[in-house]
T-cell receptor, first 115, second 114 residues
Framework: SQELEQSPQSLIVQEGKNLTINCTSS?????LYWYKQKYGEGLIFLMMLQKGGEEKSHEKITAKLDEKKQQSSLHITASQPSHAGIYLC???????????????FGQGTILTVHP | GAGVSQSPSNKVTEKGKDVELRCDPISGHTALYWYRQSLGQGLEFLIY????????KSGLPSDRFSAERTGGSVSTLTIQRTQQEDSAVYLC????????????FGSGTQLSVL
């Protein structure tokens, strides 16, 4: 079965600093999803990556999938307190993708941003 | 409704009791998912509904866990004879069709088994 390992497990940064969260897979990634979760709330979809070398950005968040499709990174530029939360990467557990919502998730990265 | 609604938001129960967790998906969403989030295991898939049928129940951890969906809408996750290891946040998600990028999650039910 596919396993996703996220690093770091937790991260504390000062407002305005840049940061990167990594997600490494034991198998080829056919669909990699990044979600954000605030305490006591559900997950909010951020971005999906499918192609090797793909990069997507939304506001100050950029996600990349490496050429080998086994590692993804999430980069936040000029962090703000609103970026605080738990970031989770998720992947289709089946080769070729399932095209539905059954995902394998990493353990999550807890981000704290101090003002 | 405007979003996925789950109830109760918190549930405390005694070991051995049965509990029912409810999920009200976004109107018109045909697919519904249950996930469990716990400290030791992270976020795990439990079961997937397409309409009222469950083509994938592979994540249910034991036969104490069951789920149903009626009218292509509301779903109930039932845990019988609860154990302490069942303590977790149970999250429900729905989607209008295929594609995990269209998953909308509820806020979850925090279950504590004493």
């Amino acid at each position: 079965s596919q396993e996703l390992e996220q690093s770091p497990q937790s991260l504390i940064v000062q407002e305005g600093k840049n940061l990167t969260i990594n997600c490494t897979s034991s198998k080829t990634l056919y669909g990699l999803y990044w979600y954000k979760q605030k305490y006591g709330e559900g997950l909010i979809f951020l971005m999906m990556l499918q192609k090797g070398g793909e990069e997507k950005s939304h506001e100050k968040i950029t996600a990349k999938l490496d050429e080998k499709k086994q590692q993804s990174s999430l980069h936040i530029t000029a962090s703000q307190p609103s970026h605080a939360g738990i970031y989770l990467c998720g992947a289709d557990p089946n080769a070729g993708g399932t095209s539905y919502g059954k995902l394998t998730f990493g353990q999550g990265t807890i981000l704290t941003v101090h003002p | 409704g405007a979003g996925v609604s789950q109830s109760p938001s918190n549930k405390v129960t005694e070991k051995g009791k049965d509990v029912e967790l409810r999920c009200d998906p976004i109107s018109g969403h045909t697919a519904l998912y249950w996930y469990r989030q716990s400290l030791g295991q992270g976020l795990e898939f439990l079961i997937y509904f397409q309409g009222n049928s469950a083509p994938d129940k592979s994540g249910l951890p034991s036969d104490r866990f069951s789920a149903e969906r009626t009218g292509g809408s509301v779903s109930t996750l039932t845990i019988q004879r609860t154990q302490q290891e069942d303590s977790a946040v149970y999250l429900c998600a729905s989607t209008p069709g295929q594609g995990a990028e269209k998953l909308f999650f509820g806020s979850g039910t925090q279950l504590s088994v004493l």
